[in-house]
């Protein structure tokens, strides 16, 4: 079964849930906010871009950023976790800019957007474009690069993310948003020395075996055999591997959010640039 993306025409984010029409309460269990607890209308109503990322201390730099970036009143340290109550996802704000961790991998990405467009949902937020500036390793590209993701490929570089429902396999797209896309690239052409290129990006469910690393405590496979891989991958277009864009596109392509995945290829990971 394959699904369609979804856009609401309004400009509001779309769940596609009816159960929570009947629900008395929701409570965004992993953020520590609540529809009986918090005023989400009144904390979040004006916020136009969220920012997302594997670590708490990165999401906290760039809210700071942010906070200097926008002028906002502050010295840019003070900037306070929304979640702090629920030890497992940070949150910060700027201005109309919220900057949200998210863990490694599939899984942990989950969870924390179904809770944040649930979200966006109950504040009423309109237009809102949401970032994933996250690390990968590249792929037959110079070490400091900056992927932009068109399309999330998984493990067989196909443009597809599973999801088990169940006991179903419903299979979802993982395209990208293609003008936000180009729109950040041009960006990137104002800053000097910023090599930056729009690709696939494969997304793995591990770090190791998945990713073809010889350094895990399991490998079965040769250098060889790993570099036939990798070199597949690249003419395949893929130019980085990360683990969550194949989730955020599937989820924010169907909730009718506006989304695009960048990633820092920050190390010149060895035996990742086989070309
Ligand atoms: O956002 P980050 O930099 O955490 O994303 C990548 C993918 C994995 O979560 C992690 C692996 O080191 O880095
Ligand atoms: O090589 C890398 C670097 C960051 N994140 C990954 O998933 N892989």
Avoid: W
């Avoid at 159960?19 to 209308?41: C, Q, S, W």
């Avoid at 991998?105 to 237009?127: F, N, Q, T, V, Y």
């Avoid at 169940?166 to 797209?173: E, I, N, P, T």
């Avoid at 104002?190 to 073809?212: K, R």
Wanted: charge should be negative; hydrophobic fraction near 40%; aromatic fraction near 6%.
């Amino acid at each position: 079964m394959t699904e369609t993306t979804g856009y609401s025409g309004s400009g509001l984010v779309l769940v596609r849930n009816p159960h929570l029409d009947l629900m008395e309460e929701d409570v965004l269990y992993h953020l520590d906010l609540g529809t009986k607890t918090h005023n989400l209308p009144a904390m979040f109503g004006d916020i136009k871009f969220v920012c997302v990322g594997g670590s708490p201390n990165r999401m906290r730099a760039f809210a700071q950023f942010m906070q200097r970036e926008l002028g906002l009143a502050g010295d840019g340290e003070d900037v306070a976790d929304i979640c702090a109550g629920s030890d497992r996802y940070a949150m910060y704000r700027a201005g109309p800019v919220l900057s949200i961790s998210h863990g490694m991998g599939i899984p942990s990405i989950s969870i924390m957007l179904h809770e944040l467009i649930k979200l966006l949902h109950h504040a009423k937020c309109r237009d809102v474009t949401i970032i994933r500036i996250g690390t990968s390793g590249g792929l037959g590209i110079e070490a400091g690069s900056v992927v932009i993701t068109d399309t999330a490929v998984d493990s067989s570089f196909q443009p597809r993310f599973e999801q088990v429902v169940l006991d179903d396999v419903v299979v979802r797209s993982t395209e990208l948003d293609k003008d936000l896309a180009e729109e950040l690239l041009a960006c990137s052409r104002d800053i000097p020395d910023f090599p930056t290129l729009i690709g696939h990006t494969m997304c793995t469910y591990d770090f190791y075996e998945g990713q073809g690393r010889l350094d895990g405590a399991l490998c079965s496979f040769s250098s060889e055999k790993k570099l036939e891989y990798l070199r597949r991958a690249y003419d395949a277009g893929v130019r980085n591997i990360e683990m969550e864009s194949a989730a955020f596109a599937a989820l924010c392509g169907l909730c009718g959010l506006k989304g695009e995945s960048c990633h820092f290829h920050l190390l010149p990971t060895p035996g990742l640039n086989p070309l």
